[in-house]
């Protein structure tokens, strides 16, 4: 008996159903019309993995497994021990005692391990005879013969339904939710996972971090939708922005060289679209040669005009060798002088470039290249076209490439071309006796030649007739007569004219008389028959004045400014002579003062004393070696003197 109450508690205890997995919500209990499947049957192999004690077959037992008995089944401190030791020896088993224990260590220790198969918890007798009394037991020959049958498919179903526990366990540790026991019936078989209802396991409560992460990932989502927004807008307005910026936004320069307007070549001009950083490019070449200009520029130093201004401006010139003779400012070209004529390659850029205080300025360059032809026709003109006898002619030769003076072919004696403003000056001294009639002149200046016709005409001259020579005006100083002191500095010519300030006034402050003018022939001897004209063998003329002061004494001054080259008595006829040179080879010239103010090599003032005049004074202004009227320069009838 007690044998078979051992085996009673050792199949009772193998037998115990699994814990049911762990779940929120129960699973529907198995039909009590399904009893084929028990639980029991399919454990007696399983024993030894649960008992310390020798193991009792229950193949063997001597009687079947009485049903009734399960009530007087022993409590759990009564739990049947090894037959081989004594009854005493039973609380010395621990383990075996904490057997009967309810499920929720059993579960415990399962999570813990989910390995051990047979560390189960079995609910104590009293609870697996009561939970459902009217489930009929199968008798042990009936679980025997089953065993074998049903051995694979349970222990399937046991593996599945103990991972699925280990899964549920662990989700629930995690979770840090309260662990419930379910209530198990040992006579029920496992409940199989139903594929019909779903799992009802609420997911685990947001975290104050999980909460912040989706906040902050909704607000950038969001962002980014209004990034993109914008994004779209701006380029749309970029793109009309770019396709309004039209070649009518490019600056109009016009630029003009000697009065010729100029076509450009090449352009390239950046026009804003959005501030400084986005511009659209307009870019061409017109023309890669050059443009040549119609007319040859006829000036030595050529305009040019670049409107509207404020714009940078660099100009390139380069001869015909490929020299350049010029490269810089198109403001610093307006001092430049061509030197010679020829043909010439200029090359001009227009640019401008955009300041950060004014974004919305177009930048970019234009080019303009032309090719030109310097053929300088310098300006030539008479002072008058016609001059008396003993007057002066003068012809003036306007701006001048190079520095070479012009040159002037005529049977007038000069002293040739001096400087005289931005041009040339050449005086032409008419003799007394010159052939009247017309006189070419032939000019040159920078390769150009022009011819020029000169009127002469006869000077209103005056003659005197006397009985000998003894009543003849004395002292005369005839042209040829002129001391070798005096003479040699005719060919001295200074280039500064200085009568260019004042003009020339008469060198006498007081009262006088002229005995003897220029141009005035003296006879004496003629016969009466031929006094009534100027014209006779005999007489002799004078190429200069004979002063004489009314008081017999006076001051003589400068006629005009200039250099004194003789201060120097020379004894008889001529006594203290004063040489004054004024510029362009125009002398004046003193003999027989009383007295010398000024030395050789003084400059002199217009109206300075220069010495004092005795009874007689020959005055005389010679250009070169040609005598003049004094008294017309001094009187201002001389219009050739009036050109400088």
Excluded at 178 to 190: G, I, K, L, R, S
Excluded at 249 to 258: E, Y
Excluded at 557 to 586: C, F, M, Q, W
Aim: charged share 20%.
């Amino acid at each position: 008996m007690e044998e078979e109450k051992k085996a009673a508690a050792g199949v009772d205890w193998v037998e115990k159903a699994p814990a049911a997995p762990r779940r929120r919500s129960r699973k529907k209990p198995a039909a009590k019309g399904k009893p084929k499947k028990p639980a029991a049957p399919a454990e007696p192999k399983q024993e030894p993995a649960v008992s310390d004690t020798p193991e009792t077959p229950a193949e063997t037992a001597p009687a079947p497994l009485q049903v009734p008995e399960a009530p007087d089944a022993p409590q759990p401190d009564a739990i049947p021990v090894s037959l081989s030791e004594p009854p005493e020896t039973v609380p010395s088993q621990p383990e075996a005692a904490e057997r009967p224990e309810p499920a929720e260590p059993a579960e415990t220790a399962l999570s813990d391990t989910g390995t051990d198969e047979t560390a189960v918890a079995e609910p104590a007798p009293e609870d697996t005879a009561c939970a459902e009394p009217e489930q009929p037991v199968p008798d042990a020959d009936e679980a025997a013969a089953n065993a074998t049958e049903e051995d694979a498919p349970e222990k399937k179903a046991r593996a599945d339904t103990i991972a699925r526990t280990a899964q549920l366990s662990i989700a629930q540790i995690m979770a840090g939710l309260a662990d419930t026991p379910a209530e198990d019936t040992p006579d029920a078989p496992p409940a199989e996972p139903d594929s019909t209802e779903e799992d009802t396991e609420e997911e685990p409560a947001d975290t104050l971090t999980q909460k912040l992460g989706r906040g902050v990932t909704g607000m950038l989502r969001w962002l980014l939708l209004v990034v993109l927004f914008v994004l779209v807008i701006a380029c749309g307005g970029v793109a009309w922005l770019y396709h309004n910026a039209t070649p009518d936004m490019l600056p109009q320069i016009k630029a003009t060289f000697d009065g010729q307007e100029l076509a450009p070549t090449a352009y390239k001009w950046h026009v804003p679209i959005v501030g400084s950083w986005l511009r659209r490019t307009y870019a061409e070449t017109l023309n890669p040669a050059p443009a040549e200009l119609a007319l040859p520029v006829s000036g030595a130093s050529p305009d040019l005009v670049i409107t509207p201004g404020g714009y940078s401006a660099q100009l390139t010139i380069t001869d015909a060798a490929g020299d350049s003779i010029y490269d810089g400012s198109a403001t610093g070209f307006r001092s430049y002088r061509f030197a010679e004529n020829g043909t010439y390659d200029a090359k001009l850029i227009v640019s401008t470039s955009g300041t950060p205080a004014d974004e919305a300025t177009v930048t970019g360059t234009e080019t303009w290249q032309f090719r030109f032809t310097v053929s300088i026709k310098p300006s030539i003109q008479l002072a008058t076209d016609s001059v008396a006898q003993g007057g002066v002619a003068a012809v003036r030769v306007g701006q001048t490439l190079g520095q070479d003076a012009p040159t002037i072919k005529t049977t007038l004696k000069n002293v040739g071309f001096v400087k005289a403003g931005s041009g040339w000056i050449c005086y032409l001294p008419i003799p007394w006796n010159q052939t009247p009639g017309s006189i070419t002149l032939e000019v040159s200046a920078d390769g150009y030649t022009e011819q020029l016709s000169l009127s002469v005409r006869a000077g209103s001259f005056s003659y005197k007739d006397y009985s000998k020579t003894s009543q003849m005006a004395a002292p005369y100083i005839g042209e040829d007569d002129a001391p070798a002191a005096v003479s040699k500095l005719f060919a001295t010519v200074d280039d500064k004219i200085q009568w260019s300030v004042g003009g020339f006034v008469q060198p006498f402050l007081d009262s006088f008389d002229t005995p003897l003018t220029y141009g005035m022939t003296e006879y004496a001897g003629r016969p009466y028959s031929e006094r009534g004209t100027n014209y006779g063998y005999g007489g002799r003329t004078s190429t200069n004045v004979i002063i004489r002061p009314k008081n017999g004494r006076g001051s003589m001054i400068a006629p005009a400014s200039g250099r004194v080259l003789l201060a120097k008595d020379l004894g008889g006829l001529y006594g203290n002579t004063l040489v004054i040179e004024h510029g362009a080879g125009l002398k004046s010239i003193f003999y027989g003062l009383s007295s010398l103010e000024v030395k050789t090599g003084d400059t002199v003032k217009q109206g300075q004393l220069l010495g004092g005049c005795s009874k007689a004074v020959v005055a005389e202004m010679r250009i070169g070696t040609v005598p003049i009227d004094p008294l017309a320069v001094w009187r201002s009838r001389c219009d050739g003197l009036k050109l400088y």
